[in-house]
């Protein structure tokens, strides 16, 4: 017998509140937060996966692993005291026929994001999801359709959303500290993995006896086995990964995106997107980028694979660039945050930190429940019918701005993407990067589950 009911204060319709005022799932506030949900890990038997799932796991039930890698999920089946039974290489078989699964956190590779999200969704289950939520900007919009026709508790794995530092850095600007902003500057040391020319994938080898090699392609069209893909130099190549900007973006990026209310006007305005990018392949993303997106009132540039902006005037000259982080340049000052998390954030140069803090900004922004853990935070959200900080919602947007920079790489030219018609303005031939080709029994979408 479990704790309680399986679903018995999930199911708790609330006709009014804050949550299903803002299209967040309405369940109750009254629900016993002590509850503990029934909870699965797909991809959860290594790497991120078991991370994510053991954050989850605080204070919550696993009863059911699916990993298409046999031996992290042995591990994980053992780590966790769960029978045989309870372990599955392919998530539908596993979301169809374990009853106790109350939610599910999503940590595989990046292109099996979308279906593993979708199928839970479909049945009612809570999903926290890796970021970027997919590697395709139709998965995501549909992502985001299927959570609000759904109304199940949505989450995605970026962490420094939970932060302080994501906090003030929002109020700082909505303060005034910087006053109004013309530019924002975004990098990273990534890829850490192949990509560009020296992305070489090799077939023709026999697939590991360890490997469910056709589940881990999910809806892809079947190809044999590639080697080197499992379990990480899959992030560079265009079927599977996101590349450095979708590995990365939702978490550098989160930072100004926010505070500015970007999220707003990627799902409605035309965006104009430049791109500059070396060694970019139909198979492999590149070797490092420039990616210029043009907001109505702000220009965003992101740089990776080695580039970096130039030094604001704002910058103190003894001091160097880390390996990632943003500026955030407006007419009366500027933002510097050296971390990939936005855990950092200082006026530059440093008298104006200074002379700010001085003055006592206002916080003014309700603080995580879990910094440092959306897992954690997610799951509080499903027993205390809270909206989840970054759900669906605002990280369906997030992922979009990532996949954006992709996609002009892809098209491999500037491009005016309009969200509402989710087409590049007068590039009809850029439809099959922005969906791809399923194979038959994997066309999830919203209206259908």
């Given at each position: ?318 001091r160097n660039l880390s390996d990632g982080g943003f500026f955030v340049i407006g007419d ?118």
């Amino acid at each position: 017998m479990r704790p309680t009911s399986r679903r018995s204060f999930l199911r708790t319709v609330s006709a009014a509140g804050t949550a299903a005022g803002l299209g967040f799932p309405a369940i109750t506030r009254s629900a016993n937060p002590n509850s503990k949900l029934g909870l699965a890990g797909i991809g959860g038997g290594g790497g991120k996966g078991e991370s994510d799932l053991a954050a989850a796991a605080e204070g919550n039930t696993v009863v059911a692993i699916c990993d298409t890698d046999r031996t992290r999920l042995a591990a994980a089946l053992k780590k966790y005291n769960l029978p045989a039974d309870k372990g599955f290489t392919d998530f539908r078989k596993m979301l169809d026929t374990v009853k106790e699964i109350d939610a599910c956190t999503v940590s595989t590779a990046d292109h099996a994001h979308y279906p593993a999200a979708m199928h839970a969704m479909g049945l009612d289950k809570h999903v926290c999801v890796q970021k970027p939520l997919t590697n395709t900007l139709w998965e995501a919009q549909q992502l985001g359709l299927a959570a609000a026709k759904k109304k199940v508790v949505t989450g995605m794995g970026n962490q420094g959303h939970t932060g302080e530092g994501m906090r003030l850095c929002k109020e700082w600007i909505q303060q005034g500290a910087i006053g109004t902003i013309k530019e924002i500057h975004v990098w990273t040391n990534r890829p850490i993995w192949p990509q560009g020319n020296g992305a070489k994938f090799e077939t023709g080898k026999a697939t590991p006896d360890t490997l469910d090699w056709e589940a881990w392609q999910a809806g892809n069209p079947l190809v044999g086995y590639t080697d080197g893909l499992h379990p990480f130099a899959w992030r560079g190549h265009t079927l599977y990964g996101a590349g450095a900007m979708g590995d990365m973006g939702c978490h550098l990026l989160d930072g100004p995106f926010w505070a500015l209310d970007l999220h707003k006007s990627i799902m409605k305005d035309i965006i104009k997107v430049e791109v500059d990018a070396e060694e970019a392949g139909e198979t492999h993303w590149p070797k490092a980028s420039t990616i210029k997106v043009h907001f109505p009132d702000v220009v965003l540039t992101w740089y990776d694979g080695g580039r970096k902006p130039a030094k604001p005037p704002q910058l103190e000259e003894s001091r160097n660039l880390s390996d990632g982080g943003f500026f955030v340049i407006g007419d009366k000052g500027a933002i510097y945050d050296q971390s990939d998390y936005c855990q950092s954030p200082r006026l530059i140069p440093e008298t104006s930190h200074k002379d700010w803090i001085a003055k006592g900004p206002k916080k003014t922004l309700e603080r995580s429940t879990h910094p440092g853990n959306p897992q954690a935070e997610w799951t509080h959200a499903i027993k205390n019918g809270l909206p989840c900080p970054s759900s669906f919602e605002y990280s369906v947007p997030l992922t979009y701005l990532c996949l954006l920079g992709n996609l002009a790489i892809s098209a491999g030219k500037t491009i005016e993407f309009d969200p509402n018609k989710l087409e590049v303005v007068g590039m009809p031939e850029a439809k099959k990067f922005i969906k791809r080709t399923y194979r038959e029994g994997w066309e999830y979408s919203a209206d259908k589950i």
